[in-house]
């Protein structure tokens, strides 16, 4: 047995659920999707699957380290598209995992934000191996009803009004990032700290490091220390906000003008996937940057996706969800980038928590 | 007639004995091999180097983390045999019809599930919890004691209710097999209560305290989950920062290095343990 085919048996109750009509089953062309749960719900892709006569069989990952290893492992021949981090992407290609993206099979990527088309990220010499697919903001949540301004940075870096009521995600890459913005080191520098630098960053995470109430590692964990009141402010992903929102509890999101992280997935095709495969594959990617995909993501997500196809299908309020009703919050963005000494910022992050 | 060494049973067992050796030992040498070697960006170099092992030396973060974790299995330790003593003694010697419902009642929290225990505690210790509410509405304290949830306090309760039953079941096995008429004959020569414990009840139980001992030590030396979600901005542990080198960092080698390093450790805990019990033992066939 292939050790493909060996991978599809193994996925059968994940395929089911995609494959949908039985018509589907005997589809010619079957495309193997490794990615988030979030972004391959059924309903997003069956106006995709009903028109063709394709089938995706997809395998969910829990972090983009999983997905790294187990591509690096040997997973790349059986996988015909990752979802890989923006930032991220060089560890592939560096690999030696990835094929260039064929624009002219994804004429939907013309309609990219500026942004991401102009970004160095995800590509190698010019060509572009992981094609920005969505995207978001990692901002500062707060208990609106506990907190008597809308904080920056510097609340987790100054004052003691709210010591052991803050929380900061347990990711050395984004901590060092808001330290360096906190300091006022620039994006082009940021990444590239010398010594003297990152000493800097280290001081003032050890001040950070006292006024936390704790490092959240999933979201989920930080939703419950809000509703609580363990915490009334952390460095967040965005689900919080809404959902405690909607539970009746008074939330802020504050969008520091020190920079905002933003994050971008992209969607990637790794090197062995050939012929109709990988046709079939490139008119998925096609699909997912087009308007009905996009719609249904920023409706049931929310999240944005990095074209622009949908957005004139969104209502105002839908847009100002996603962070696209007024897109110069992008002017403000610090994206996240792979530090070439980043085994020294994990190091350092950890000798700041084991302090 | 001379007998076979080995019989038709030990034949059978060979390959799943032989199966198990190799399922449980080739990672594990393959971690031991990783740990020679060095990282370039997402490059592994495969030439061999005690680099990784002279940073784990030379870095007073991970030594403090090493040294925290075993500190912490220690305490634990001696926390779970104070307490698992006089319960594992009531269980095997004052307990008869309900022996069987008492060993299951104290497995119970078990079938919970390690994150259902820690939020339990959360709801417990934290500031709306059930203990700061009390201590308020009984006009104790005015405010909420912060320090009682995501603190070394907070883990080591935690760990402690954790393990508790690992050592209480290897002290219950102990003092199952402990003979009343050696308490006896010490009695009737006068020995007094204290006597009794130090000179007879305790050597003879030492191998339960050991095993147990020995579980609970390097379940709590490998917990992460429980520091990582009670302990607070201190819940750090080697076991999350080999967990952040194999992840996020890409430093497989510096990872496996440290894994080994708390491997030996454990190895020779271990072997410290065998030997107790074997110096109990002798202790024991000298009684």
């Known amino acids: 047995m292939l050790r493909r085919d060996f991978i599809k048996s193994a996925m059968a109750g994940t395929a089911l659920g995609a494959l949908g009509p039985a018509a589907r089953a005997i589809a010619s062309t079957d495309i193997l999707w490794m990615t988030w749960e979030n972004l391959a719900k059924d309903d997003y892709l069956a106006p995709f699957l009903d028109s063709r006569d394709i089938s995706i069989t997809k395998t969910f990952i829990g972090t983009d380290d999983e997905q790294f290893a187990k591509l690096r492992a040997g997973g790349a021949s059986s996988v015909d598209l990752i979802t890989p981090g923006l930032d991220k992407v060089e560890y592939y290609t560096a690999s030696d995992l990835l094929q260039p993206i064929d624009f002219e099979k994804v004429p939907n990527a013309a309609l990219l934000y500026d942004t991401f088309k102009a970004t160095s990220l995800g590509k190698v010499d010019g060509e572009t191996y992981g094609i920005p697919f969505y995207w978001g ?26 010591n052991g009521k803050l929380a900061m995600r347990d ?104 012929g109709a495969r990988l046709d079939a594959t490139f008119e998925l990617v096609n699909y997912l940057l087009g308007e009905e995909y996009g719609k249904m993501l920023a409706v049931g997500g929310p999240y944005a996706q990095s074209t622009s196809a949908a957005r004139d299908l969104l209502t105002e309020e839908e847009q100002d969800k996603i962070f696209i009703k007024d897109l110069s919050v992008m002017d403000n963005f610090v994206w996240k980038q792979n530090p070439p000494r980043y085994n020294e910022w994990v190091a350092l992050w950890n000798e700041v928590k084991a302090s | 007639m001379r007998r076979s060494i080995l019989s038709v049973g030990d034949w059978l067992a060979l390959p799943v004995v032989a199966a198990l050796i190799a399922l449980c030992c080739a990672p594990l040498l393959i971690l031991l091999a990783y740990s020679f070697f060095q990282v370039d960006f997402v490059t592994i170099s495969h030439d061999l180097t005690l680099a990784n092992y002279a940073k784990i030396a030379g870095s007073e973060t991970y030594r403090s983390l090493i040294a925290r974790a075993f500190g912490s299995a220690l305490l634990v330790v001696a926390l779970t045999a104070v307490i698992a003593y006089p319960v594992a003694w009531f269980i095997a010697k004052r307990v008869h019809a309900a022996k069987s419902t008492l060993l299951t009642l104290l497995l119970v929290p078990l079938y919970s599930g390690d994150l259902i225990r820690i939020f339990a505690w959360r709801v417990l210790l934290g500031a709306e919890g059930a203990i700061n509410r009390s201590l308020m509405w009984l006009n104790v304290i005015d405010e909420p004691l912060s320090g009682l949830l995501f603190s070394p306090l907070a883990t080591h309760i935690a760990l402690t209710y954790n393990y508790l039953p690992f050592m209480v079941i290897g002290l219950w096995l102990a003092f199952e097999s402990l003979d009343d008429r050696w308490l006896e004959a010490a009695a009737d020569l006068g020995a007094p209560t204290h006597a009794r414990f130090l000179r007879v009840i305790l050597p003879l139980t030492v191998p339960g305290l050991v095993a147990g001992g020995l579980m609970v030590f390097v379940m709590v030396a490998g917990d992460y989950l429980t520091p990582q979600l009670l302990g607070g901005a201190s819940g750090i542990t080697i076991i999350s920062a080999i967990n952040d080198l194999f992840g996020t960092a890409f430093d497989w080698p510096l990872g496996s290095a440290i894994a080994w390093t708390m491997l030996s450790i454990l190895m020779l805990c271990f072997g410290l343990g065998a030997l107790a019990i074997r110096r109990s033992s002798l202790v024991a066939e000298d009684v």
């Open chain 1, 137 to 162: 903001i990692n901002p500062i949540v707060y208990r609106a009803d506990l907190m008597d301004e809308e904080p920056d940075w510097s609340v987790f870096f100054e004052g003691d009004a709210y």
């Open chain 1, 171 to 274: 990711y050395a890459l984004e901590g060092i990032m808001i330290a360096a913005m906190y300091l006022g080191i620039p994006e082009d520098e940021m990444f590239h700290m010398d010594d003297k630098q990152l000493a800097e960053i280290k001081k003032v995470l050890m001040i950070q490091k006292s006024k936390l109430r704790t490092y959240w590692n999933s979201i989920g964990d930080l939703t419950n220390l809000f509703a609580t009141g363990e915490v009334v402010c952390a460095f967040s992903w965005v689900p919080p906000y809404y959902d405690l929102k909607a539970k009746g509890i008074e939330m802020g999101m504050a969008k520091p003008k020190q920079g905002v992280i933003g994050w971008c997935d992209t969607i990637a095709v790794p090197k062995g996937v050939s």
